[in-house]
């Protein structure tokens, strides 16, 4: 699960809201809130959808617990509704595109439906959950781009993580495209593989750096990689590691890599990459690390520099420099009826009705541009520009797929439970339709997303209402 | 406790380190890591130290559970090792600063001493709960004071933050100055203020937003703050806040507060004051929220704009835009001898020895300049700047403070738990000694942090072996 207390992972104002829809007997009136975000972090072209199987599950657990309670009587919550909270759970339903899809600003990706105190109540730790995982994914998916298909990027986060969310960033890292991490405690958790050899520490450790690197191999014979630059990294640390090469060689084992952790990379890189393959050992491969991030590791691949292995870490996990997802969550229906929030900010204004999203494809099967349609229509014959509907496009040749599926139907779970391998896997498939310009790391062409005839017009018949 | 599985929640590389010393026979070598950061995150004068009761906490539960060393043996760790650790408890000692301190870079503002194995295995957790709370706890003081003291600022954040981080970041900000929070789960676990009202979602589900507005204060009547901004801010949020302000008074309430949370924050603070004043309502507060940061309320301060409570989220709890404090654990000591790690980048250059921090004041019992001492060293006459030797200071006649206390010996934990009140009362204590200059959001004066000549010599001897 999540946490250990999911009902009280929340603001407080979930609570006061919930307490006055049950006094005033709203609360089992219909209501269906989106789940969008409104900007692409990174200055990206797209986001990896994370988080929704850590979601499902929570909702299963969420329940509130005789020491919640009791929270609540001190803070003085009526008995009626701590009564009702006592046998709280969650029976709603929720539409959502599957863990790992690629995904875009303003489309209602996640849907909940159920009663009007239930769906609001789970509101911040839905965002809690999804907004930071679909950022680490997102992330990790820009790293694993700019190192290349070929390459190894490795999670070396943990200690700079933002506390106790260096266990989803890791989970997350992995849907993005990572391929293994540091971080142990994510690795059982998640069943991901973990790995790791030493630190500068191991090396001050021994008298001299050769005995250092000579006792990791002893105890390590299968899986040393050395780390070269605690005292002078081309005159002392690559030389050291080449005569342990040799003795590994000798007693039948390989070296499995050196690693780089200051200094110039790509310089540092190429002397030792020219240094091991003089010596004989084109098969050890080299490792880098050192504040890292797909730019880095973009300049890095334009000077070929010879790295094999990214070891990546605070830049990550903290999603540096956009640490945040702007994920929200909105009402867009209530007891029947089309509901809509007005905003100052024009791309704030959002959309009301329940709805569905089409995607449509190119001919080769890439991704062309995304619908937001009302749930029960069929098919449109063209989508608008949300602010700007004179802009439009005309779709009524194009194959689509539909791709919001149910996956919690009253309260039940209708998915199987995925690997973290399966959902990145997923997420590979897709990322693969999407056409290159919008996985530019900078200046990304924008996907299309359209709303069709009908979302528009009840937009703007509510907005019309509120307005006079 | 931090975590449920402490002694996992680490990188990989401790275990195998840990294996190879005690393989090695090395694991009883005493050893010391500094713990240190290098850089002052938000281009800021100063951090403010946190995290120091979760280690300690910590560390008291660090063992080795049963579903831990079955794990480590499906890894191939040694059964030898395995036996080890399952009796394995911190039986070190730790040297701090006061949780709550000012701190600046480079200062060893906690060491650990120990056996090798113990000091090593502890590195990852120790630096992921001080590294974010330190960050989020000096983001909070300077949120703080952008707003002023008389100002009240409260936490929004959990719905942004990067998974189970917001757990803490709610316990950093309250530490850093920050005056309640919206997260229900951080408030029962560490007994803060929490507190919340209404969502967008309260105003839209009523048929009115009057009727939304009437009922909320029907069911609080003594805590009703009424967000005005889902349909017009001026035309009807504020004038409904109004009539239901004058109701509340009818029956012997006051209305509390109306919220802005979106539009220019500075001209509807100031409309919606006036509109507040015309009609007798004084005592009505304005809260503000909405992307909110230390730049964007000192702008609104200079504007005058009349906002008496700051709801801030996002960029609090992520510390947006430097999400992480880059601290380091770095070998210091071992077997008795003083350690060194060198480094292409001068500035990572490592203090070699066990050292302490005299905190040298002004007349006026401000703050004048922190020395790096050896532990024996009893007085000296000058400091040295750390990298220029050449720039030195007299500190013969000035007070001083030794500032890092011995908080665990031997595994025991010295000092008693403080509530996060009290730490933050030592913090507003502390920055109070700070010069104004320091304090400044942008553009601050550095502070002074040197080194005696004796650690210099230490450290410029190693250097010189290793590099010969």
Same mark, same amino acid.
């Given at each position: ?86 046998? *709280?759970?969650?029976?709603? #339903?929720? $539409? &959502?595109? %599957?863990?790992?899809? !690629?995904?875009?600003? @303003? ?70 495209? *990572?391929?293994?991490?540091? #971080?142990? $405690? &994510?690795? %059982?958790?998640?069943? !991901?593989?973990?790995? @790791? ?70 310089? *540092? ?88 999203? *089409? ?110």
């Amino acid at each position: 699960m999540y946490i250990d207390n999911p009902a009280t992972y929340t603001d407080y104002y979930e609570l006061t809201m919930a307490q006055g829809y049950y006094l005033a007997g709203m609360h089992k009136k219909r209501a269906s809130f989106d789940y969008f975000f409104r900007k692409i972090p990174f200055e990206g072209g797209y986001v990896v959808f994370a988080g929704l199987q850590e979601l499902i599950n929570t909702l299963q657990h969420l329940t509130f617990s005789q020491s919640e309670t009791e929270y609540l009587r001190r803070e003085k919550f009526s008995d009626e509704f701590i009564s009702y909270l006592e046998n *709280f759970s969650f029976k709603g #339903n929720i $539409y &959502s595109v %599957r863990e790992g899809e !690629i995904i875009f600003p @303003g489309e209602p990706i996640l849907r909940v439906e159920g009663n009007l105190l239930e769906t609001q109540l789970i509101e911040t730790i839905l965002l809690n959950i999804l907004n930071f995982q679909s950022l680490i994914a997102t992330k990790a998916s820009r790293i694993k781009v700019a190192a290349g298909e070929q390459s190894v990027v490795l999670d070396f986060g943990l200690r700079r993580s933002q506390g106790l969310g260096g266990i989803h960033a890791t989970r997350a890292a992995m849907i993005g495209g *990572f391929d293994g991490t540091s #971080n142990v $405690y &994510s690795a %059982r958790r998640f069943d !991901i593989p973990a790995g @790791g050899t030493m630190a500068h520490s191991w090396v001050q450790s021994f008298d001299d750096e050769l005995t250092a690197f000579r006792t990791y191999a002893k105890y390590y014979p299968d899986d040393t990689v050395l780390l070269v630059d605690t005292y002078d990294t081309l005159q002392s640390g690559v030389p050291n590691a080449i005569r342990v090469a040799k003795e590994l060689q000798e007693k039948g084992y390989s070296l499995k890599a050196i690693r780089l952790d200051s200094g110039d990379l790509a310089y *540092f890189s190429r002397k030792a990459r020219n240094m091991l393959d003089q010596a004989g050992f084109h098969d050890v491969k080299i490792a880098a690390s050192n504040q890292l991030d797909e730019r880095v590791i973009t300049s890095l691949r334009t000077q070929d520099a010879p790295i094999d292995i990214f070891g990546v870490g605070t830049k990550l996990v903290t999603g540096h420099p956009s640490p945040a997802l702007d994920g929200v969550y909105k009402l867009s229906s209530f007891g029947g009826e089309p509901k809509l929030k007005i905003s100052e900010n024009i791309e704030k204004i959002t959309l009301p009705g329940k709805k569905k999203i *089409f995607r449509y494809l190119n001919e080769d099967g890439t991704f062309y541009g995304d619908a937001i349609l009302l749930q029960d229509e069929k098919v449109i014959e063209r989508m608008h520009h949300p602010t700007f509907p004179a802009q439009k496009s005309d779709v009524r040749r194009r194959r689509h797929e539909e791709i919001m599926l149910p996956v919690i139907e009253k309260g039940n779970i209708l998915t199987p439970e995925l690997t973290i391998e399966a959902i990145s896997a997923y997420r590979k498939e897709r990322l693969d339709k999407l056409q290159r310009e919008f996985k530019r790391l900078e200046f990304p062409h924008i996907y299309k997303v359209g709303i069709s005839s009908s979302v528009m017009e009840i937009r703007d018949v509510l907005m019309k209402v509120h307005k006079t």
